[in-house]
């Protein structure tokens, strides 16, 4: 199956140049946009293309959680391109860094230098990703993730289009946009606005994120300094 780029944008004929920028103070951490993702693309069981992070600081009755949607950065210099060698991950010249299904061979080099977890195996052991939900852009349709936030968290548009929500919400925020672990110097195409610096530990580098072992663990450790009677039962899947 051929990669394909996004078609122009309408108004200037020009490859468009896809970005996204979240408004973090405006997130709820309900997951709408996780499962969003999930229906609209099909990700398996156990397996997410757009996750949300949770952290939460201070003690009782002075608690504050935090929440940080993430999905694929769509990096400009791109690592988990560069590790691939079966060139089987492209990135379009609208931006948006894809998967090839077609040469992907599973070595897993790119899941191994992406820095953001964003990039795994589905079923079939093909690197699977967040791509903008290209199939979507397309029809003239936003990315499921954006359509179905009800806190309006993610804006997203052509970055050459002024008029485009993303370019509307830059004219106004962009001073306050930071990328998440600048450090990495990947120059992601994703960013963000009010996020907790902190939080940045908790995405995972070189692995994708694994939903059994991310928060039942921590809430079941927090919930032993309970008494028996105020605690909550979690159910976890049996391994197997």
């Known amino acids: 199956m051929a990669v394909t780029e996004t078609r122009p944008?309408?108004?200037?004929?020009?490859?468009?140049?896809?970005?996204?920028?979240?408004?973090?103070e405006r997130c709820i951490g309900c997951h709408a946009c996780s499962v969003a993702c999930k229906v609209e693309n099909n990700?398996?069981?156990?397996?997410?293309?757009?996750?949300?992070?949770?952290l939460d600081e201070g003690q009782f009755p002075k608690v504050k959680r935090h929440f940080l949607p993430t999905l694929c950065m769509q990096c400009e210099d791109t690592p988990c391109l560069k590790a691939c060698d079966r060139t089987?991950?492209?990135?379009?010249?609208?931006?948006?860094v894809?998967?090839?299904?077609?040469?992907?061979?599973?070595v897993g080099a790119c899941e191994a230098a992406c820095p953001y977890g964003a990039i795994g195996c589905d079923d079939n052991d093909i690197a699977d990703k967040c791509d903008f939900c290209s199939h979507r852009l397309d029809a003239g349709m936003e990315p499921a993730c954006v359509e179905t936030?009800?806190?309006?968290?993610?804006?997203?548009?052509?970055?050459?289009?002024?008029?485009?929500?993303?370019?509307?919400?830059?004219?106004?925020?962009?001073?306050?946009?930071?990328?998440?672990?600048?450090?990495?110097?990947?120059q992601p195409r994703v960013s963000y606005r009010g996020h907790h610096v902190p939080m940045e530990a908790k995405v995972p580098k070189g692995h994708v994120h694994d939903p059994y072992s991310y928060e039942i663990?921590?809430?079941?450790?927090?919930?032993?300094q309970f008494p028996r009677d105020q605690r909550v039962v979690w159910m976890k899947p049996a391994k197997g």
């Not at 990700?43 to 949770?54: D, E, I, N, Q």
């Not at 089987?88 to 948006?96: E, F, L, Q, S, T």
């Not at 663990?217 to 032993?224: C, D, I, R």
Request: with cysteine.
């Open 98 to 106: 894809r998967v090839d299904p077609d040469r992907c061979e599973h």
């Open 217 to 224: 663990e921590t809430w079941t450790a927090k919930q032993a």
């Open 88 to 96: 089987a991950i492209v990135k379009g010249a609208d931006g948006i």
């Open 43 to 54: 990700v398996p069981l156990g397996r997410f293309r757009t996750k949300v992070y949770y």
């Open 149 to 186: 936030c009800p806190g309006e968290v993610f804006h997203f548009g052509d970055a050459n289009d002024s008029a485009s929500p993303y370019s509307r919400f830059v004219a106004v925020k962009g001073a306050e946009l930071k990328v998440l672990k600048p450090e990495e110097r990947t």
């Open 9 to 24: 944008n309408p108004k200037t004929g020009q490859p468009a140049n896809w970005r996204m920028a979240l408004d973090i």
